[in-house]
């Protein structure tokens, strides 16, 4: 079989043994001035290619322009072809784009399309002028004249713009064309690499999986050890204990995993393709995780997430529980939308969700069953008095019996602060505080932290809604037992 060595063609040696030189010339000069030739030429010839591009460039976008110019010089307009050939240069001049090719300076007129079209403008225009003005055409005549001679100067120099992108486009091409004929070093490129890339390492599991293992079992062994005084051993186990129960939220997503549980319900192909570009989603423990910011979702009143996040932890479940490739064959019959796969995992989904609301409730009842709360009680019916503001105070207030001598400025002022501390609070508390009813202002206050209780009861008797027979509230723990009612408060 014959060798082709036509690729070698394109090779431009600057060392060439068959060069002439002169006597008097060394060879190495001569190679050294043949090589800075080449090198020369060719720096020509690619800032040509780069100089024949921008004007090409910079034409294409005139030339429209121009032609549309021209299209309406020869049409049939409103008004005259002067009136409409002077209100072009005087728009241009006055405002004038700064849109410009790349690398001129906008703030530059000239270095704008619309400076070249205002100079080609003006260039036809005076033109125009010079050539009616030496045909000597009458008076009369002058206006239809000079129209004319704008049409065919514009027509002339949208024929010689088109020329002069032609000739350059097909110069560029011949300069390219001569470009390519040699190898260059601009031409090397690595075809092939036989560099061994590594593997990426495997994500690590995350922590909890550690505490959801089930222990191993030890033998037992049977040793006698001597107890010192002042040993830390003892402590040194308790500490750690501590940190070994502080450890114990597992609602901590990594950034992926965050990212992986707000991917919204039956999106199958979307989790799919976040999976293949996130691997350290499929992990030991991701899905323990996943339950566990399930859990705290749905204790933060957040049901919605909460769903999303045990779909997510139940996809990786299945994914681990089909096998080596679970997940491709369960994503599989998911996305070709396989009823009874759908069926049976969305019913999973609902009763694992379901099983995780119910525990939640009853963690909810567990948590209120020690939690301080603030409860009003009075020994008489009269003692607490409800003083409900039903709005702003009115433009005209007009003072009562046995208070003429208050200043009717500073009792708007309490009014209106009244009302303002009124509007501040929650609507659930302002709603029962318009029954006037203790009952359910106790129902209310019974939700709140203490001391949330606490600061909403002081700014109420501050604002006079709900005056106590004395200031502050006192803690009545411990109590209730001796004495069924309190005066002002009590805490369980």
Known sequence: MPLNYSKFDKLELSDDSDIEGHPNVDKRSLIRWKQRDIHEKREVRKAKIDHLRAQIACNNVLYPRIQAIEAALKSDLDKSRTVY????????????????????????????????????????????????????VAGDQREEKLGD?????????????????????????????????????EDLHEGFSNKYVPPKPLPAPLPIVAKLDPPKKTEKKTTTEFEVINNPKGKQNEETDEEDEGNDDISNLTPSLDAFSRIPLRAFEQSFRFIQQHRDVVVPGASDSLLGAAFKAQYDDKPKYAKQCVHQSLLLQYGDKLGVDGLGIFFKKMIAGDKRAMMVFMDDVEKTYAHLAERVKLSRKEAQKGRETIMLASENEGDISFNVPTGPPPAELVLGEGMEDMDIEEVRKALQFRWDIFQGLPDGLRKALETE???????????????????ILQRL?????IPFSESGVRDETGRAADSPTQDTSEVD
């Open 85 to 136: 050939f002077n209100s072009l240069v005087e728009q241009l001049e006055k405002n004038p784009s700064k849109d410009c090719p790349p690398g001129n300076d906008p703030n530059k007129l000239e270095h704008t399309y619309d400076g070249m079209l205002l100079s080609l403008l003006r260039q036809v225009g005076d033109s125009a002028k010079v050539g009616v003005k030496e045909a000597g």
């Open 437 to 455: 009813q203790l009952a359910e202002v106790n129902k209310i206050l019974g939700d709140m932290e203490v001391e949330e209780a606490e600061d």
């Open 149 to 185: 001679a704008l049409a065919d100067g514009m027509a002339m120099h949208v024929a010689k713009l088109k020329e002069t992108i032609d000739d350059d486009t097909k110069t560029m091409e011949d300069e390219i064309k001569e470009q390519k004929k040699n190898i260059t070093s």
């Open 461 to 465: 008797d501050m604002a006079g809604i």
